[in-house]
T-cell receptor, first 113, second 115 residues
Framework: KQEVTQIPAALSVPEGENLVLNCSFT??????LQWFRQDPGKGLTSLLL?????REQTSGRLNASLDKSSGRSTLYIAASQPGDSATYLC????????????FGPGTSLSVIP | SQTIHQWPATLVQPVGSPLSLECTVE??????LYWYRQAAGRGLQLLFY??????ISSEVPQNLSASRPQDRQFILSSKKLLLSDSGFYLC??????????????FGNGTRLTVT
């Protein structure tokens, strides 16, 4: 059974710092991995999707990497801003349809001005 | 462009009362549709998913049910709410084909409090 964990559970950094969020999964037989952002009381917004054949994806100040063999993914945020404050969730896709997606519990990020 | 609408945004209901949450998607056809629940401090739990009209799969046996009366409409219901049904309910969609290459798209959620 696939299990997804995220470390740390919460993180507070001063504005301008680069930071890394971690996601680990127990079963390396995945189809993709997604990173989402969730603002308080809101739905999830997709940030990056990495297919199983890919090693990383980049969007602006965000870079996500995937190491299937070790069961790990990282989300790197460069030059953090107060607007980056949110909860970040990773989700692992175990099949070709989304009924097999398993979400991690999330990392709550606070960027202090 | 595709949009997903979910309502109501917040709901307070007494134990034993019925529930109906609605989700609609615009700008796409034949989407996969999903209902998730997010409990405080926990990850998202898939409740139901649908690949077509009238086709509903349940991931977790519970007090809830789902229906898909139209291609882009997904409804979450309960005949009698329990306290444990409180939580944040999220509707999501993905394209029917090449699903694993496309991200999930979420609505803004419904905060349900059962009192």
């Amino acid at each position: 059974k696939q299990e997804v964990t995220q470390i740390p559970a919460a993180l507070s950094v001063p504005e301008g710092e680069n930071l890394v969020l971690n996601c680990s999964f127990t079963d390396s037989a995945i189809y993709n991995l997604q990173w989402f952002r969730q603002d308080p009381g809101k739905g999830l917004t997709s940030l990056l999707l990495i297919q199983s054949s890919q090693r990383e994806q980049t969007s602006g100040r965000l870079n996500a990497s995937l190491d299937k063999s070790s069961g790990r993914s990282t989300l790197y945020i460069a030059a953090s801003q107060p607007g980056d404050s949110a909860t970040y969730l990773c989700a692992v896709g175990g099949g070709t349809s989304y009924d097999k997606v398993i979400f991690g519990p999330g990392t709550s990020l606070s960027v202090i001005p | 462009s595709q949009t997903i609408h979910q309502w109501p945004a917040t709901l307070v209901q007494p134990v034993g009362s019925p529930l109906s949450l609605e989700c609609t998607v615009e700008g796409t056809s034949n989407p996969n549709l999903y209902w998730y629940r997010q409990a405080a401090g926990r990850g998202l739990q898939l409740l139901f998913y649908s690949v077509g009209i009238g086709q509903i799969s349940s991931e977790v046996p519970q007090n809830l049910s789902a229906s898909r009366p139209q291609d882009r409409q997904f409804i979450l219901s309960s005949k009698k709410l329990l306290l444990s049904d409180s939580g944040f309910y999220l509707c999501a969609w993905s394209p029917l084909s090449s699903s694993y290459n496309s991200p999930l798209h979420f609505g803004n959620g419904t905060r349900l409090t059962v009192t």
